[in-house]
């Protein structure tokens, strides 16, 4: 994007992305699925730096769905190595993410996940917290169906100690118990590989987003793919139910 461009528009604070069509890349290539999942792990490292570089201030990937448990263990296994070289290296450019204000913090049920995984995510999640450029979500064992059980029954338990009636509870008290608590709604939701659907992505955040689709698929997908979808979002029309 120009900085004329950049200047001219109004940029979505929050997007998310569904990072979909590692299979199919790997497929057409003549690779294993595993490949996909590789190559797919770079953009998305590239397109953190590029959104933090033009002014994204909340950017969550859907990175593992609580519905993909149900591949092959081989293709799970291989998609927890890979955050496993994720948390490394964060680890280890740790001082340079820093420096660039980047906060990281996994949204879904890590109870699940392997213990070494839980442990390097939540050391990462504290030691960037404090970072206020960038705030980067990776949903990891993440369903929106999954996180809307998760906050009722945060809910129903403060109705069962007594500290609030069932009558009172409110829209805010849902938001403030999702995993985006406090964060704005995404504005654009951006869903490459040609699929038309949210696959459980955020389903209570997105009341009001802006999506954009595309075919390409995701090991394929660049930062002009993202100014695109920028520029298109930026043209459309968000009335929130109003004229
Ligand atoms: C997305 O790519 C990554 C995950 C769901 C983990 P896919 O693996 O779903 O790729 P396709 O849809 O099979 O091409
Ligand atoms: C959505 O992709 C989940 C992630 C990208 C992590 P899927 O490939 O799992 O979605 P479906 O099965 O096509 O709906
Ligand atoms: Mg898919």
Redesign the pocket.
Known sequence: MTKEELANISLPRHIGI???GNGRWAKQRGLGRSEGHKAGAEVFRRICEYARDIGIEYLTF????T??WKRPAEEVSAIMNLFRDYLDEAKEREEENNEKGMCVRYIGDRSVLPDDIRLMMNELEKRSDDKDVITINL?VNYGGRDEILHAVKAIAKRVEAGEIKADEINLKDIDGNLYTAGQPDPDLIIRPSG?Y?L?N?LIWQAAYSEFWFSDILWPDFTSEHLDKAILDFAKRNRRFGGV
């Open positions: 569904i990072m979909d859907y990175a593992f769905s519905e993909n949903a699929e659907r696959s992505f």
